[in-house]
């Protein structure tokens, strides 16, 4: 065998060998959504008792990949006290909403046991993003809603969904078209 052929077959198993040991140590690919997600029809009842007029739908441009958003309601207001806020690498605030009463059942089970009992808020695009696959959805906009200190309470106007990315699956208002703070 001469050396130029001992070479291209040297080559050919080198990259046979790296091309199987890299996918045995490749991370498995996960899921980025929960799928089939069927709305229960006491939180649909409760969405449709909160609709409402005047939400932003130009907001959802400025949403990263809002496809792992499932739509429960176009639109819906919202009273309650906000409970806490923490701003998130997509540039949105996430806010624990502590609804009122009569909007409870606008809660599923993961709003309770991962999110204090709330209901979520994502005004989008309030800070500074560093999460690489959101930067352009940010990009040369900064979300006109205010957002009050922690204890405040308000009413929250903006479309109602469930977030199915992974390790998510609670309910949210995403995105927020106006929080008002009210007495």
């Known amino acids: 065998m001469n050396i130029s052929k001992w070479l291209a077959s040297a080559a050919v198993s080198w990259l046979l060998v790296w091309a199987v040991v890299g996918q045995e140590n490749a991370a498995p690919k996960k899921s980025t959504q929960i799928v ?4 229960p029809a006491t939180m649909k ?20 990949d809002p496809t792992r958003l ?16 923490k701003p998130e690498a997509d540039g949105d605030d996430h806010i624990q909403l502590r609804v009122d009463p009569q909007f409870e059942n606008l809660l599923n089970n993961l709003n309770k046991s991962e999110q204090a009992d709330s209901l979520i808020l994502e005004p989008v695009c309030q800070g500074l ?19 009050p200190a922690q204890g405040t309470k308000v009413r929250v106007l903006g479309r109602f969904v469930l977030d199915t990315e992974e390790d998510h699956g609670w309910t949210e208002i995403h995105p927020v078209t106006r929080i008002t703070p009210v007495q």
């Open 36 to 39: 089939n997600v069927i709305i």
């Open 45 to 64: 009842a409760a969405a449709q008792s909160a609709a409402a007029q005047g939400c932003d739908g130009t907001l959802l441009k400025h949403v990263y």
């Open 129 to 147: 993003v560093t999460q690489p696959d959101a930067i352009s959805a940010c990009r040369d906009f900064h979300s006109p809603v205010d957002v």
């Open 70 to 85: 499932q739509m429960i309601a176009p639109c819906i207001e919202v009273s309650g006290t906000i409970f806490h806020i």
